[in-house]
């Protein structure tokens, strides 16, 4: 299954190393995890799509047909 995650890079509760970590263990190999820049507030990381919705619309757009 094609699988988009979003993440905080400068999430005061977790590392880019543990993220990745986290991504790099998702067992597919369709997957794309665009870090969330500007920002140390997780909760940046929960409007961030409905901010910037080309970036999923664009996500979408390449798996769904």
């Known amino acids: 299954m094609p699988t988009l ?3 905080v890079h400068d ?3 977790t ?7 986290v991504h790099d ?3 597919v190999e369709d997957k794309k995890m665009p870090w969330i820049q500007g ?3 997780r909760f940046d990381g929960c409007n961030y ?13 390449e798996h769904v047909r």
């Open 25 to 27: 263990a998702i067992p």
């Open 15 to 21: 590392t880019p190393e543990a993220v990745r970590a």
């Open 49 to 61: 799509f409905s901010e910037h919705p080309e970036v999923a619309v664009a996500w979408f757009d």
């Open 5 to 7: 995650v979003g993440q």
């Open 39 to 41: 920002t140390s507030r």
């Open 11 to 13: 999430d005061v509760m």
